[in-house]
Structures are given as structure tokens and as C-alpha cells.
């Protein structure tokens, strides 16, 4: 059988292989835009709600003390207890306090009779001056001799009223309505005077109570305009904003008002004490309790709320990615303001209607087209009554 030899001429060769290289360098299919989900910028007014930790108090205290010493007679209080202004609590024995003021009282009818008889012994040398019968001497002793005996009369009167004062304090009652604290003493102690001796007790009213809290001298200055305001109005004027959050999580069933600010700024902390005072009926809240405040510091016009997870960080600033009207999206620097719940609200860099990527943010750059979608409602994070600035 004979073989025919076939060749292939360079030409076609070369044609061959010039399909093959044009079918490896064909462009690939150009990729779709990555879908993201966005969320409108839409103003909402909303008040601006700060949070500050801080400690209760009575609205009064008064630690209770003997204003005279001696042993203790009787304890008519129960530690815990409510009690009304004016109700009992101790009493000193009043014994030697009665006997002192009998004696007072004797030495002021000792002091009486005495000016009585030099007022008569000035008259009759009067009637004998005039008569030229005394001399300029007697008559002027005994004028001097009456002033001193009624000077004697009202030292003995101030006596008595001491004494009588005395008697009283001997007798220890409330002097303000409140819950009564607990005592050291028992029956038979002895007590002694004023500011040496220890407290019998201590009283506070807890209905109201105060809170007191610290804010930092830059919150301070920022509402100092309106604390000033609302502190030049009489209390019950005042409007009550503040919320209490008991140590439990639970919420005070009402609402306090400022009480006062402080006459200075803590030079150690940089912080300002200020109080407000909250209604207590039943007494629950007690003096020395942690508590939280809630306080609406202003009422903000337009604000604009976006969700945190909008907003990214980068070398210590702040940006979201924003798409425009042709899907093209674009890096713009933000300045946050106050957190409410999952929502920031942004004090600059932003502008109502504008188109912000909440979710997708891995898929984009500067500069990209994107598919955007509205985010559903559990992804765009509605905006709540209030915002709570840290």
C-alpha cells in the first residue's frame, strides 16, 4: 500500500494557532455590582437624655444630740421607724434640771423683793433730797443702789429662763418629720452636752429624697445656660424630666426635679455635684443607695440618627460610605454626637435624604457601583423617643 506524505503548509499552521491564542485572550464577562442594603438620613426631633450614676440622701438630716447631759431616762423611738416633728425620743433624767429651776425661781423672788425695798429707799431719799433734809450722797446711793437691784432682777430672770430652757432640752423630740436612725445608747447611759457628745440618733426625710450625682465640668459648661434657668425657678416649677433607675434595673415610678448645683467645681475630679429630689411615698428609696439618673437635657431639632454599624473607624476617625444618584459610592468623614440604643446621631458630616450602606460595607470601595437596596426595617434601626448621651 503506498503513503502519501502530508504536509501542512506554514500558512495554515500559523492560522491555526493565532485562533487558539485569540480564544485564550477573550474578555471575561464583566461582574455585577455587589448588592448592599442603605438607609435614608431623615431628621427627627428627639430629646437628648444624659445618664449619670450617683448616691441618695435625705433630703434633711439631722443628727440628733443632747443639749444637756445626764443619764438617760427613757427611749421612746423603735430604730427604723417613721416619726412626725415633735414626737418623743428620749428623755434625760429632769430631775437636777427641776431642782435648778426651782432655785431660779427663788432667787428671782429674792431679787424682786431686794429691788422693791431699794425702790423704796430711793423715793423716801428723793422726798428727803428735795427737802434738804438728805444729802447729795445718800440721795445718790440709793438711786444706784435701785439701778443695781433691778439689774439683779433680770440676771435672775435670765437664771430662770435657763433653767427652764434646761428642764426642756431634757426632753428630746424630733425636730422634722422622717425615718429615725439607730442608737448606741440605752437606758441608763449617761449623755453628754452638745457638739462633744455622739449623736443620740439621726433622722432624715426620705419623702422626697435627694439624689446626688457628679458631671464632669465639660457637661456643666454645656448646660450651664439652661441649669441656670431652670434653678432661678421656685421647685414646684420646676419641670420634673428626671428618671431614676433603681439599683434592681428597675425604673422609680416617678419623675424628680434639679434641686442644685453646687457652689464649685471639684478641683481634684473635674466634676460638679449636683441634686435633684424624686417623691417617695412609702419610703422604699433609703439614704446611702446607688442609683442611676436619667435627666432630658434639650429638646434637638433635625436631628440626624444612623445606625452604629454604618459608621466605621479608621486611625481614630470617623466615616460612612454614602451612594449617590448614579449607585457610585463615596467615603464621607462623620462627627458622632450622642448613642441612642444602636443608633448614632451625627453632629456633622451628613445631610437629610442622603443614601448611607449599612450592610455590604466588606463588598465596596471608593469610587465602585453598587445594587443598592433598602435595608428591611430590623436592619435600618428605627429611631426611639429619646437618645442617651455618654
Not at 438728805?134 to 439701778?147: G, P, R
Not at 429615725?180 to 429624697?209: E, H, M, N, Q
Not at 434637638?300 to 466615616?319: D, M, S, W
Request: hydrophobic fraction near 45%; proline fraction near 6%.
Amino acid at each position: 500500500m503506498k503513503l502519501h506524505k502530508f504536509v501542512l503548509s506554514p500558512v495554515f499552521v500559523a492560522a491555526i494557532g493565532l485562533s487558539g491564542c485569540q480564544r485564550e485572550k477573550a474578555p471575561p464577562l464583566a461582574a455585577a455590582p455587589p448588592q448592599v442594603f442603605v438607609a435614608i438620613v431623615e431628621p427627627r426631633d428627639v430629646p437628648i437624655i444624659e445618664e449619670w450614676i450617683g448616691t441618695l440622701d435625705g433630703s434633711a438630716n439631722v443628727d440628733i444630740r443632747a443639749r444637756v447631759q445626764g443619764y438617760i431616762q427613757e427611749i421612746a423611738f423603735k430604730e427604723g421607724s417613721v416619726v412626725k416633728e415633735g414626737d418623743l425620743l428620749l428623755r434625760i433624767d429632769p430631775r437636777p434640771y427641776e431642782a435648778a429651776l426651782a432655785q431660779a425661781k427663788a432667787e428671782l423672788g429674792q431679787a424682786i423683793a431686794g429691788q422693791q425695798k431699794a425702790e423704796q429707799d430711793e423715793q423716801r431719799q428723793t422726798d428727803l433730797f428735795n427737802k434738804k433734809i438728805a444729802s447729795q450722797q445718800d440721795y445718790a446711793n440709793a438711786v444706784q443702789a435701785n439701778l443695781a437691784a433691778k439689774a439683779k432682777v433680770e440676771a435672775a430672770r435670765a437664771a430662770l429662763d435657763q433653767a427652764q430652757l434646761n428642764l426642756d432640752f431634757a426632753t428630746i423630740t424630733s425636730p422634722l418629720t422622717g425615718i429615725v436612725g439607730r442608737t448606741d445608747l440605752s437606758v441608763g447611759d449617761y449623755v453628754a452636752a452638745g457638739s462633744t457628745g455622739a449623736p443620740v440618733t439621726t433622722v432624715s426625710t426620705v419623702d422626697p429624697i435627694k439624689l446626688v450625682f457628679s458631671v464632669s465640668e465639660k457637661d456643666y459648661l454645656e448646660a450651664a445656660d439652661r441649669f441656670t434657668a431652670l434653678l432661678a425657678k421656685p421647685l414646684d416649677q420646676r419641670e420634673a424630666t428626671g428618671e431614676l433607675i433603681r439599683a434592681d434595673g428597675k425604673v422609680h415610678p416617678y419623675k424628680g426635679r434639679f434641686l442644685a448645683a453646687d457652689r464649685a467645681v471639684d478641683a481634684k475630679t473635674g466634676t460638679i455635684r449636683i441634686s435633684a429630689i424624686f417623691p417617695n411615698p412609702g419610703n422604699i428609696l433609703r439614704p446611702g443607695q446607688y442609683a442611676r439618673v436619667r435627666i432630658k437635657i434639650e429638646e434637638r431639632a433635625g436631628a440626624l440618627l444612623i445606625p452604629q454599624r454604618a459608621v466605621l473607624e479608621l486611625q481614630g476617625r470617623n466615616f460612612v460610605w454614602v451612594v449617590d444618584d448614579a449607585n457610585k459610592v463615596s467615603q464621607h468623614k462623620v462627627t458622632v454626637g450622642p448613642r441612642f440604643g444602636s443608633d448614632w446621631l451625627i453632629e456633622d458630616g451628613l445631610k437629610p435624604g442622603e443614601r448611607i450602606v449599612v450592610e455590604g460595607l466588606q463588598k465596596i470601595r471608593d469610587g465602585a457601583t453598587v445594587q443598592p437596596s433598602t435595608a428591611p426595617p430590623a436592619a435600618a434601626a428605627a429611631a426611639g423617643p429619646q437618645i442617651a448621651k455618654e
